[in-house]
């Protein structure tokens, strides 16, 4: 099997499925930790990502779909495209990823990790990949973080085609934006890792 990229939680590699490229992201033993607690933590994040791609796909957010999920492991639709921070988007791509965002919020469910780096274009659209910082969560502040991440990962001009998508979609979108004004006067922000 291709060992295709290795992030700072999880282990990719490629296989096949017939025709079907297959992406696994393992979560791979990290020997600091103490085992128990090592095997606790896979566990729990594996299947809890699984289960927000699952969600978020009944949301009407386009993400990868699930073809299995093993104990650390998820074996996932590969998407045949580009992250998002190395393309020049076109204006409708942003305004569909604003409207995938206000969906998965709608539906309860916060990414956590909202940014260019964990967005593909595709010739098909937009795909919301990696929510392995995702949550099952109505919470206002998470919410409003998600916006802030993708703000401060994208140009300007790109961010207010989202937010536009955004809007177009959300009933709360007032509270949202009230929520991250306050966030960005608190300075809260800068205790989360935006580098
Ligand atoms: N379903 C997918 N299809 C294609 N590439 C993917 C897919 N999921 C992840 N990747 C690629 O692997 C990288 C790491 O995956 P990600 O889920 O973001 O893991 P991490 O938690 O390590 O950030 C992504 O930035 C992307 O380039
Ligand atoms: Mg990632």
Redesign the pocket.
Known sequence: MER??E????V?YLAKLGSEAI?I?SRNRKPWRISKIDTEIREKRTRREAKLLLSARKAGAAV?GVAAVGRYSIF????DGV?LKDSKPAAKDMLTIGTYLANLHANGITHGDFTS??I?LTPDGPFI??F?LGAFSNSEEEKALDLLLLERSISKKDYTNALKGYKSVSKEYLRVISRLNEIKKRGRYQSRTLA
């Open positions: 295709v990229n992030g700072a939680e999880a990719m992406l992201k990868p996932m639709q590969r998407i992250l780096a964990n593909m990949i990696d392995g």
